[in-house]
């Protein structure tokens, strides 16, 4: 007995460290990997949304071929872009051309991308799935391709794969072909920004603009209300964001169309899979939703995701858990690993007992 009461608790302690280390999906959430295959370095800047932990660097130099990885907590929400014709000196201080986040460092410091900037967003859905896409609607500055691993559901591959830069209309153009201006940014009309009389899916279309964007960039945002062709789910995945892909892997070849049956419109708000889109950018509202920053967030919808799974209206299994229906709401991974460590307990007791 005297050992039991001794190294029981040790063990379970042990036991549960184990269980929440090997289970990455609710506890370590997402490893981000960037990666730099342009012929030039990038200085990825990164900015949390509201309520969400700053990772290890909000802002940082990726050389040519190189790489950095990062881990996100569950739940953890927010958007990359890559800066390009950056100057910073010794101290770090300095300036970039496009994608510039204002802090006037390499570190943005919570501060965002001015645009025009190619944007890559997530949401790591604490319900167990991640919402994530790649978005112009505040502009574009160079390609971008966004691919899951190790994930379940849909995963697929999404991004801006041309170069818009070379085919961006002159009244879009930014200096010497640098980037490409929104029409949003470049006009500031309510019919390209989707704001006053136009803040609703019904009274806002596509541009002849927005449909150049995605004609190149099919996947991608092209502009406030483009949610049904351009946001992916996955389930504990770890993601890749790469600059300036040098060719289509099979994977980003082969993008196939996100499922949008059940998916319903309400006034103001574009919805796709259980979310609603509350979306501004650069100051300008895109929809009827509130927030800042450019490109798009997303807030808690109830209802069944593209990737299958339902979740609860506030997005937590762990509210279920609370409330007794944990097993209907809870990730399946997580199913099994509850089971897997209720089992090895038993056991364990068991022997101590013998």
């Known amino acids: 007995m005297d050992y039991f009461s001794c190294c ?5 302690s042990s036991l549960v460290l184990l269980l929440l280390a090997s289970y990455k999906g609710c506890v370590l959430a997402a490893t981000f990997t960037f990666v730099n295959k342009c012929d030039h370095t ?9 309520g969400s932990p700053k990772l290890d660097s909000t802002g940082f130099e990726l050389p040519q071929d190189s790489s950095r990885s990062f ?26 051309s496009t994608g510039d986040c204002g802090s006037g460092q390499v570190e943005c410091n919570g501060s965002g991308a ?23 609607v505040d502009g574009y500055n160079l390609p971008m391709v966004v691919e899951g691993s190790g994930g379940s559901g849909m995963c697929a591959s999404t991004g801006c794969i ?15 072909g640098d980037a490409c201006k929104s029409a949003c940014e470049a006009f500031g009309s309510p019919e390209y920004c989707c704001s ?7 009274t806002c279309k596509p541009s002849v603009y927005s449909e150049m964007f995605k004609t190149a960039c099919p996947k991608s945002y092209s502009y406030a209300y483009d949610d049904a062709t351009s946001t992916f789910t996955c389930s504990g995945a770890d993601y890749t964001v790469t600059f300036c892909p040098s060719s289509p892997s099979q994977k980003a070849s082969s993008y196939s169309t996100p499922t949008t049956e059940g998916t319903t419109t309400s006034q103001g708000l ?20 509130s927030g800042t920053g450019a490109g798009t967030e997303y807030v808690g919808g109830s209802g069944t995701g593209a990737g299958g799974e339902t979740m609860l209206a506030d997005g937590s299994w762990l509210a279920g858990l609370a409330m007794g229906d944990s097993y209907k709401t809870t990730p399946p991974a997580l199913q099994s690993a509850l089971m897997a460590f209720t089992t090895t307990v038993v056991l364990i007791f068991a022997l101590l007992h013998l």
């Open 114 to 136: 001015a645009p025009p900037a190619t944007l890559a967003e997530f949401t790591l859905g604490s319900g167990g799935q991640d919402f994530y896409d790649v978005s112009l």
């Open 8 to 12: 029981f608790p040790t063990l379970i």
């Open 162 to 176: 041309s170069d818009l830069n070379i085919q961006c209309p002159q009244e879009l153009r930014v200096g010497e």
């Open 71 to 96: 881990i996100a907590p569950t739940g953890w929400s927010g958007r990359f872009w890559a800066r390009t014709g950056c100057n910073f000196d010794e101290s770090g201080a300095g300036l970039c």
């Open 42 to 50: 990038v200085w990825p800047g990164i900015l949390a949304n509201a």
């Open 270 to 289: 574009g919805t796709g899979s259980g979310l609603e889109y509350t979306g501004t950018g650069s100051g300008t509202e895109y929809g009827a939703g």
């Open 196 to 202: 006053g009389a136009f803040n609703t899916p019904a």
